[in-house]
T-cell receptor, first 115, second 117 residues
């Protein structure tokens, strides 16, 4: 059962554009939603994360929007740069319980930012 | 200030051989997680360990796969009698216990890319 659905699968934007990646989750027990950035041949690196008690979080050029009622959250990258070209994964976690410590990942979005 | 370390980075095995993947968590981290990433797919949880304890192994295949995190030394993911379908990138992540704060940020290592011939 795919508990976190991510779209689109791939995305191409021009430099300066604002790519948006969307995720939807099913399990209402999830209470921590990180985004990871992965470059080819590297491990995922934590980019930004949000908890469901806020609707938006910004860190530099990266913004997460969170809609608890719709069980959806999205990543926006402002003023995108070619160096942002990578695969982005959303994830969800149920904190506070031993058995819930696993991250459930979306399928990933391959972002290409053209110069 | 080393991050999560994994070795080897690349591992080639023939069908039927054993693969041993090692993970050293970040300093101060006592929780280790293993994830598998098949080509062109997302990461899938395999197992969660603390020192000398397997906490959750619900994502790990019942046969041929085992994991440990001994009191001393790195965590080991062991795959016996490997098959071609085991070819994937295996990532280790670690986190620390945050008293009074429920969020456990997991930091990932660079992964071990296993190729089964």
């Amino acid at each position: 059962q795919q508990q976190v659905k991510q779209s689109p699968q791939s995305l191409i934007v021009q430099k300066g554009g604002i790519p948006i990646i969307n995720c939807a989750y099913e399990n209402t027990a999830f209470d921590y939603f990180p985004w990871y950035q992965q470059f080819p041949g590297k491990g995922p690196a934590l980019l930004i994360a949000i908890r469901p008690d806020v609707s938006e979080k910004k860190e530099g050029r990266f913004t997460i929007s969170f809609n608890k009622s719709a069980k959806q959250f999205s990543l926006h990258i402002m003023d995108s740069q070619p160096g942002d070209s990578a695969t982005y994964f959303c994830a969800a976690l149920r904190t506070g319980e031993t058995s819930g410590s696993r991250l459930t990942f979306g399928e990933g979005t391959q972002l290409t930012v053209n110069p | 200030n080393a991050g999560v370390m994994q070795n080897p980075r690349h591992l080639v095995r023939r069908r039927g051989q054993e693969a041993r993947l090692r993970c050293s968590p970040m300093k101060g981290h006592s929780h280790v997680y293993w994830y598998r990433q098949l080509p062109e797919e997302g990461l899938k949880f395999m197992v969660y360990l603390q020192k000398e304890n397997i906490i959750d192994e619900s994502g790990m295949p019942k046969e041929r796969f085992s994991a440990e995190f001994p009191k001393e030394g790195p965590s080991i993911l062991r795959i016996q009698q490997v098959v071609r379908g085991d070819s994937a990138a295996y990532f280790c992540a670690s986190s620390r216990t945050l008293a009074g704060f429920s969020t456990d940020t997991q930091y990932f290592g660079p992964g071990t890319r296993l190729t089964v011939l």
